[in-house]
């Protein structure tokens, strides 16, 4: 049978820099000849908000396979970039020794609008995403698909937590990047609206009354793209390595052909899944992998492991047609040898207990993230 062609697939990444001597977050001026040297490079390249930031996008495509070396030439061409300007470019949640005070925001009329508006909330957002995006054969039925998927979202952070540090300090979390993004508006889950007609309203008066430009200033953690014709799951940190990634995003593909074939998948997803949805995030915040969870159909506790076998048994079909269960597959790989949290974690604590002090152990988990980044 031939592939099934329908849901082409795009990952966006957000990687942040660190000065190489320090590892803290680079000086404006140096960041900024990192980005004008670094676009003659890779394409696509664009900057994020902080100049300490970079983002760049896979073209929509079928093969996870291709879309693995895309990623891996990008980061390794960056990397080269960086570390000619004296910098490392690494992948996670957030940069352990980013410090607010230290960043600068690149000029461009979006992020303008972004500081007008939130003021000093703006230069917290020291914090890095991967966005995956893919396609809905039937763009009416986006909203619909976007309910149903809200259950597995905890699931997708578990895969992804990279975010235990926050300005020089150990966070206390698995996964603090979700907590920082949450000061701002229009974050987190989204509501559950009923048709996609309801949304469009929902957004015609956001902008009727000029509080957004367009739907793109909404954020929430799985939503319609504006620009595209998918569904955009944004809910995962930055993934430190590139075959994690590539795993959950084909994963998440899975489930989206899931959702469109069954209907029934999820059906009456309503105020207490958007609630046990939201409790469940905070678990992998605290915990990741090891988090306990609520099954809501059995009504009982339930582990990351045994939702993550639930949804592999359940795409499995899916992913064979699709020719992705090898790369889904590997989604148990990335449980069994744990998140780039607890590698950084664990990075952080053996230097500690060998007598280095805070900030050097942290310098420590920068440059081991600069050397997964790119397979090292």
């Given at each position: 049978m031939a592939m099934d062609e329908r849901f082409r697939f795009g990952i966006e990444e957000e990687y942040f820099l660190a000065d190489a001597k320090t590892c803290e977050s680079p000086k404006g001026e140096t960041a900024d000849a990192f980005h004008e040297a670094a676009k003659e490079i890779v394409e696509p390249l664009s900057h994020e908000f902080l100049k300490g930031q970079a983002e760049v996008q896979t073209e929509p495509q079928l093969s996870f396979d291709r879309a693995c070396d895309d990623l891996e030439r990008m980061r390794r061409d960056l990397s080269r970039v960086a570390s000619e300007h004296g910098l490392i470019l690494f992948a996670a949640g957030t940069h352990p020794l980013a410090r607010q005070r230290d960043q600068e925001a690149n000029p461009d009329p979006r992020y303008d609008r972004l500081v007008a508006e939130l003021g000093v909330i703006a230069k917290r957002a020291m914090i890095c995403a991967m966005h995956i995006h893919c396609e809905a054969p039937e763009p009416a039925r986006r909203l619909d698909v976007m309910n149903r998927l809200l259950p597995f979202l905890p699931l997708f952070y578990a895969l992804s937590v990279s975010s235990p540090f926050w300005q020089g300090r150990e966070a206390g979390l698995k996964g603090i990047r979700?907590?920082?993004?949450?000061?701002?508006?229009?974050?987190?889950?989204?509501?559950?609206?009923?048709?996609?007609?309801?949304?469009?309203?929902?957004?015609?008066?956001?902008?009727?009354?000029?509080?957004?430009?367009?739907?793109?200033?909404?954020?929430?953690?799985?939503?319609?793209?504006?620009?595209?014709?998918?569904?955009?799951?944004?809910?995962?940190?930055?993934?430190?390595?590139?075959?994690?990634?590539?795993?959950?995003?084909?994963?998440?593909?899975?489930?989206?052909?899931?959702?469109?074939?069954?209907?029934?998948?999820?059906?009456?997803?309503?105020?207490?899944?958007?609630?046990?949805?939201?409790?469940?995030?905070?678990?992998?915040?605290?915990?990741?992998?090891?988090?306990?969870?609520i099954d809501v159909a059995r009504g009982q506790a339930t582990t990351v492991s045994a939702l993550l076998e639930e949804a592999l048994k359940l795409v499995e079909d899916d992913a064979r047609e699709l020719g992705s269960l090898d790369w889904v597959l590997r989604t148990r790989d990335v449980l069994a040898r744990g998140s780039s949290a607890d590698r950084q974690l664990a990075t952080f604590r053996e230097r500690v207990a060998e007598g280095a002090g805070e900030e050097e152990a942290l310098r420590e988990v920068v440059r081991m993230l600069g050397r997964e980044t790119v397979g090292g």
């Open positions: 979700l907590s920082t993004f949450a000061e701002w508006p229009r974050m987190g889950l989204p509501e559950i609206f009923e048709s996609d007609a309801e949304y469009r309203r929902f957004v015609d008066l956001l902008v009727a009354a000029d509080v957004v430009t367009d739907a793109s200033f909404i954020w929430w953690h799985i939503r319609p793209s504006t620009r595209f014709p998918t569904v955009e799951l944004r809910i995962c940190d930055s993934c430190t390595r590139v075959d994690d990634a590539v795993a959950i995003a084909a994963l998440y593909q899975a489930l989206s052909r899931c959702a469109t074939r069954r209907p029934e998948l999820n059906r009456g997803v309503g105020a207490v899944e958007r609630g046990v949805c939201a409790s469940n995030i905070w678990q992998i915040q605290q915990h990741g992998g090891e988090a306990r969870l």
